[in-house]
């Protein structure tokens, strides 16, 4: 009796671990019907009483009539959760049929989602707590934001869905299709990385198109180019210059924002050598700042002096969010620049860094800094990984010039060459007056933490 008695008390000191986690995926089950019975309640709370249908308590109970059947499948077995189940959803959607009918109402929505809560309440008790939990949250939020949606659906054009579709089929079906390797000599051309070119600038002229939609002429291509530029400023750069050609914006106000996607692309080489190579931050961090600030300064200098006269200007109609004749011709151009620079790059070897990122950085300055960390990691000196990045970004700098002048025209052409030239003269003059005084200051204590991130890189 004794030792029967000690038993029963470490029970109650220690309850058992699977006891515990049924009472939490029973408190999940539940909180995901009350959740949705919330939006449910809140959606009717002006009915009276007797006329609100499918409350907080009802869905409540649903959920956790779900999480009481889940757990009971060991008991009542598979046959025994289908009848349960069925006879659940029977029930349930001769109720709501019964609602409809008084309501004259033929929407689905608020039986599918009392279905899905009692569904989500049994996979609580089996499944993974985070997915039950994500897709409870996900449901209430379609339920809730039925109102946005239907106003978003309302505004939707067809070129617009057109587009969006284009864009989802030819990244999830046609992308996985190509091999990711190099068919030439030259391992230069590899169908998959051009194809995602090709997606990365149809994505690009899609969110310029809804930020313009949004926000408005002027701000949104401001938004929309920061927002592509942290993909590929040079693609941002193309497709600015498509716009101004086929009147969607003005020249001005397209030079401002290709030097802000000249900013970010900047800004982006100084987290990337931050992250892979530190050594050469003191280097070059200082150069690349400038022309980041004289791009940025440009590139509100622009807009100021441009207001008044975008403003007057009649708004241009944006047409096809997706041109897929300009899509394929961009991606053709920027394709051939990048295998050009491969090739020639190629052909000078990996020793000769300076070449490299000369003919590289006109297509891919992300490249030339991800090559020149890892040589400094593995003994190179800094100054001239430094050199190598400098190099790179200059001629990023002219070779979006060039595409700004084929894409866009003179004019906007020289609005974002002016903003280069000053942004490339502020550069020079830091590195060469300033860098040589504060390199140093920093040097031992780069160095040191930068022993402490090389193991990470191998």
Do not use: C
Not at 39 to 48: N, V, Y
Not at 153 to 164: G, H, I, N
Not at 284 to 313: I, K, P, T
Not at 331 to 352: E, N, S
């Amino acid at each position: 009796m004794a030792r029967t008695w000690a038993r029963h008390q470490d029970l109650l000191v220690m309850p058992d671990p699977v006891l515990i986690e049924m009472f939490h995926r029973l408190a999940m089950a539940l909180g995901i019907g009350f959740l949705a019975g919330v939006e449910r309640g809140w959606k009717h709370r002006d009915a009276p009483d007797g006329m609100r249908a499918a409350g907080v308590r009802t869905h409540a109970v649903i959920g956790l009539m779900g999480g009481i059947a889940g757990a009971a499948l060991p008991v009542i077995g598979q046959i025994g959760f289908a009848a349960l189940t069925l006879v659940f959803g029977a029930s349930f959607l001769a109720f709501k049929v019964r609602e409809s009918q008084r309501d004259n109402d033929i929407s689905v929505t608020g039986t599918i989602a009392g279905l899905l809560v009692f569904a989500l309440g049994a996979y609580a008790m089996w499944g993974d707590l985070r997915v039950a939990a994500a897709v409870g949250v996900t449901l209430v939020g379609l339920l809730a934001f039925k109102n946005a949606l239907h106003d978003w659906l309302d505004r939707v054009t067809w070129k617009e869905l057109r587009s969006a579709l284009l864009i989802l089929g030819a990244t999830f079906i046609a992308l996985p299709l190509l091999p990711d390797r190099t068919i030439d000599p030259w391992d230069a051309i590899n169908l998959r990385e051009l194809w995602l070119l090709t997606i990365v600038v149809a994505g690009a002229s899609f969110a310029g198109y809804v930020a313009v939609r949004v926000l408005g002429e002027d701000v949104g291509l401001l938004a929309g180019t920061a927002v592509g530029s942290l993909v590929s400023s040079t693609v941002v750069t193309a497709e600015l210059g498509r716009r101004v050609k086929m009147g969607e914006t003005h020249a001005t106000v397209a030079g401002a924002a290709a030097a802000i996607a000249a900013a970010i692309s900047i800004g982006r080489v100084i987290a990337l050598l931050v992250v892979t190579g530190i050594p050469i931050v003191p280097e070059a961090a200082l150069a690349l700042m400038a022309g980041l600030l004289v791009f940025a300064g440009a590139a509100l200098m622009m807009r100021h002096f441009d207001q008044e006269r975008a403003g007057a200007s009649p708004s241009a109609k944006l047409r096809s969010p997706l041109n897929l004749v300009s899509v394929f011709q961009f991606a053709a151009f920027l394709g051939a620049v990048i295998v050009i620079g491969r090739i020639v790059a190629d052909g000078f070897g990996q020793a000769g860094l300076l070449p490299f990122a000369a003919t590289a950085g006109l297509a891919d300055v992300d490249a030339v800094t991800l090559a020149a960390g890892s040589l400094v990691r593995g003994g190179l000196e800094p100054a001239v990984g430094a050199h190598a990045v400098l190099i790179a970004v200059l001629m990023n700098t002219l070779a979006k010039g060039a595409i700004a002048l084929a894409t866009g025209g003179r004019r906007y052409a020289v609005h974002y060459l002016v903003a280069a030239l000053a942004a490339t003269i502020a550069a020079a003059a830091v590195w060469l007056l300033v860098t040589p005084l504060i390199a140093p200051m920093f040097g031992e204590q780069v160095q040191q933490e930068a022993s402490l991130v090389a193991p990470m890189f191998g």
